[in-house]
């Protein structure tokens, strides 16, 4: 008997303990919109921190979305909240009920106001995370990384986990190029008509914050095999008038002025931008070739050395009006203007090596050279309007969005080139001087319209519109001077006109139940292209429709830790410089154009990704995989006078396969470590005219960062970023390091800060490569531009310093837009 009670004893122990748990278990989720009361604008990145009303522990909490919106997961306890954004008053709500769903809470439309007056009594301690991570989707928060002070959009992109940016300017993410990069969330001519140039004159003052996605949604478009870089320009909401200004000056000769200001009055928001940089480079690097030909090596040593000046001006202003509580019109304009003067000699050492004599660089004598000498002046003025409309409607997440842009972008570069023989010191005059003129004109108009309509508890559906012209020209003329008179070189000379036009419809379906999560997209893209070489009467229109479907499936487990599924189809269509024939005549014995017969390259995308949340710190982790068909790839090939052509061919199959891992460490209050690695294998398939120019290789980079807090509002900062060697079709791309420092003080009550910032310290960051082939060798190391040491001076009006560090979200699942 006393057996038996004892068993019942432990048994009705066991069943009220599992009861207990149990009930400890139940979680609801909790809603809610966070906007600015007097503008009726959503509050991107406000705190939400969920506290038990019995021990005000921290159960939870989150940051808003780019529309206001939060998703929290807690205990079904007594609970309240505390919405938290810097120089806003603090928003607490209390007895909080759930809705017809016992598991969810929604708040509905949550105002807070400004203040002013909080702002200037309080000391803020803690400092806002430089890099916030999702599953699929990471924030780069500019501000926060000092070495970023004073340099421009390229070198942003350079500090950003899992994005690399090589010497020439070219964007990578996770070892892949094809990156499609938006300005505020569309193409923009800021980017430039190449790219590289366009970011490089974009200063670093103007930018917010940088958003990668890696794997994105239908409602995407779906350009961009590798992901989607987002780079946010900055614009403040806060009431009456705000802004930052910031000088800067380093070696090699780099200036630069910048303004951020902002006036808020009742329903109406102004905002101006504007960026001034100067910079002067010195570039310098060298190619070694041989060419067999039987039982002779003909060699060429060439040596490039100069120097590269450029002066970019930036304005950008705009307003928010709010034309009822719930509908917000924004208009902006940006204007830029840059202007380049390029000087780069080139000097050709050439000798032949006979039989089994040794060969090399260093064994080609010096004495007697061909020098080539470029003189570029170039000018590149862009002009943008934008045009945003987005309706709230009562029901929360409820919206329609409205947007139209229209952007001119144009590129002028003429260029002077003498050619002469110096034998043995001694100059015999010039043999060749000749002239180019190029003209690239690039204009673009944008319509989107994009709506979100939510059901009961957490389904939404989103589906949206979207219509892209674009027109570029080209002319480029080559002439040669012949006595007294210029000639036009035919074979190098052409007029070029591309057209694009791409319509897209998408529609998303998502929904949450408890911890699952899923959203299954598909976008419908029609592409009509046509490109003309109007001197060869060439054309060649091509039209193509594509399916491009997207799926996301998310999991929570209990301890802020997920994991999520996701698949999309992508397309990298042709650049306008992969399209173009004639674009550079530099080095007239290495000359690099285009192939106007590409096909676009398409992209499979699958990708497994966890991350983990603790109290200090976060750890991420993906796999990935992406299939892509039609592979470009520079194909460089040798004419019969000894010169070498390279251009691009679709030629292979591709897999890119490989893991992340990347991780944020805050172990106290001054010390930081943060770091990401890609390994991966990339394989590619291929051939050319019977030379085989497959590859397979493994590679890795990486990058490590700590900042220490060691004296008063002072900060050090260091970071390593490391590019493993990776094998490439017909050769080797060698390894590269790179060591970036600087040191930041906060003055006048916080009101300013000076940073010094060193990136590239060791002037390591060099273009080192290798190619091989069976009549043919070459190595190139170069280096277009030395990195600067900056320092830059920042004073906040109306601002102070943020130093609030923000409860770490659950997981978002922004990538996949849930």
């Keep these: 008997m006393q057996q038996k009670l004892v068993l019942f004893i432990f048994l009705l122990y066991s069943v009220v303990s599992f009861a207990q748990d149990t009930q400890e278990e139940i979680k609801v989720i909790i809603t809610g919109r966070v906007m600015e009361e007097t503008s009726g604008l959503p509050m991107e990145f406000a705190t939400v921190s969920v506290f038990s009303t019995a021990s005000n522990t921290l159960l939870g909490g989150g940051l808003t979305g780019v529309d206001g919106v939060f998703s929290i997961e807690a205990n079904s306890d007594s609970i309240y909240i505390i919405i938290e954004f810097l120089s806003y008053a603090t928003k607490r709500i209390d007895h909080i009920l759930p809705s017809r769903d016992p598991k969810l809470i929604t708040l509905g439309y949550i105002l807070i106001t400004s203040d002013a007056i909080a702002l200037e009594a309080v000391e803020i301690v803690g400092e806002k995370s430089e890099t916030t991570f999702a599953l699929d989707k990471r924030v780069f928060n500019v501000g926060k990384d000092l070495s970023n002070k004073g340099g421009t959009a390229q070198d942003i992109l350079d500090n950003v986990p899992s994005v690399t940016v090589d010497v020439d300017g070219g964007v990578s993410l996770r070892g892949s190029g094809n990156v499609r990069i938006l300005i505020d969330g569309k193409p923009s001519g800021l980017a430039g008509i190449s790219g590289a140039n366009g970011l490089r004159s974009l200063p670093a003052n103007m930018i917010d914050r940088v958003e990668v996605i890696t794997n994105p949604s239908a409602k995407y478009e779906a350009e961009g095999m590798s992901g989607i870089i987002n780079i946010v320009l900055k614009k403040d909401n806060k009431a009456g008038i705000n802004g930052s200004f910031e000088i800067s000056g380093g070696w090699p000769e780099n200036y630069g002025l910048g303004a951020n200001i902002n006036y808020r009055k009742g329903k109406t928001n102004f905002f101006v931008n504007y960026g001034l940089n100067y910079n002067n480079n010195p570039s310098e690097g060298y190619s070694y070739q041989e060419f067999y030909q039987g039982d002779t090596t003909v060699s060429s040593y060439i040596i490039r050395e100069g120097e590269r000046k450029r002066l970019a001006n930036s304005v950008r202003a705009g307003m928010d009006f709010s034309i009822t509580d719930n509908q917000t019109l924004t208009g902006s304009f940006l204007y830029r203007y840059s202007v380049n003067d390029n000087n780069n000699p080139i000097r050709y050492y050439d000798h032949n090596f006979f039989g089994s004599e040794p060969t090399g660089r260093f064994l080609v004598p010096t004495l007697s050279y061909t020098l080539r000498n470029e003189k570029e002046s170039e000018k590149s003025p862009t002009l943008e309007y934008t045009l945003d409309y987005i309706k709230r409607y009562k029901k929360e997440g409820r919206e329609l969005k409205g947007s139209l842009q229209f952007s001119s972008n144009d590129e002028v570069e003429s260029s002077d080139y003498t050619q002469g023989f110096y034998n043995f010191g001694n100059f015999e005059g010039n043999t060749l001087i000749q ?82 999560s899923f959203q299954g997209g598909l976008r419908l893209e029609y592409s009509s292209i046509n490109t003309e070489l109007l001197e060869t009467q060439e054309f060649n229109p091509r039209s193509y429709f594509n399916l491009f479907p997207s799926g996301h499936i998310n999991y929570e487990f209990t301890g802020q830790n997920q994991i999520q599924l996701s698949y999309s189809k992508r397309i990298q269509r042709p650049r306008f410089m992969d399209l173009n024939p004639f674009f550079t005549f530099a080095d007239n014995r290495n000359i690099f154009s285009g192939n106007p017969n590409l096909n676009p390259e398409y992209t499979d995308s699958y990708e497994v990704g966890h991350i983990k949340y603790w109290e200090k710190g976060n750890i991420g982790s993906n796999i990935f995989w992406r299939h892509t068909k039609d592979v470009i790839q520079r194909v460089t090939t040798i004419n019969m006078d000894g010169t070498t052509n390279t251009r691009p061919l679709n030629l292979a199959t591709a897999d890119n396969v490989g893991v992340e891992f990347l991780f944020a460490y805050t172990p106290n209050n001054w010390l930081k470590l943060d770091g990401n690695v890609n390994v991966f294998r990339n394989v590619i398939e291929g051939e050319f005219e019977d030379t085989d120019l497959s590859a397979d290789s493994y590679s890795w980079f990486g990058r490590v960062g700590s900042k220490v807090s060691f004296w008063k509002n002072a900060d050090f900062q260091a970071r390593l970023n490391y590019r493993a060697p990776v094998d490439v079709p017909q050769g080797i791309q060698k390894a590269q390091y790179i060591v970036d420092i600087a040191f930041s003080k906060d003055i006048l009550n916080n009101n300013a800060t000076v940073t010094l910032a060193a990136r590239d310290l060791f002037n390591s960051r060099r273009r080192n490569s290798e190619i091989f082939a069976e009549d043919y060798y070459q190595c190139i190391d170069q280096q277009w531009r030395r990195a600067p040491i900056v320092l830059t001076v920042n004073y906040r009006l109306n601002m102070k310093k943020d130093r609030k560090k923000p409860v770490k979200s659950e997981g978002e699942f922004e990538g996949g837009d849930m």
């Design 435 to 516: 002239r180019a003129y190029n003209s690239e004109e690039q204009q673009t108009i944008i319509l989107q319209s994009d709506y979100i309509h939510p059901f009961s508890g957490e389904n939404k559906l989103e589906g949206g519109i979207r219509s892209q012209w674009r027109n570029i020209s080209n002319d480029y003329l080559v002439e040669e001077l012949n006595n007294t008179e210029w000639v036009r070189i035919a074979n190098l000379s052409n007029d070029f006109r591309y057209k694009e036009d791409v319509h897209a419809a998408y529609a998303i379906y998502g929904a949450k139940i408890r911890k699952f």
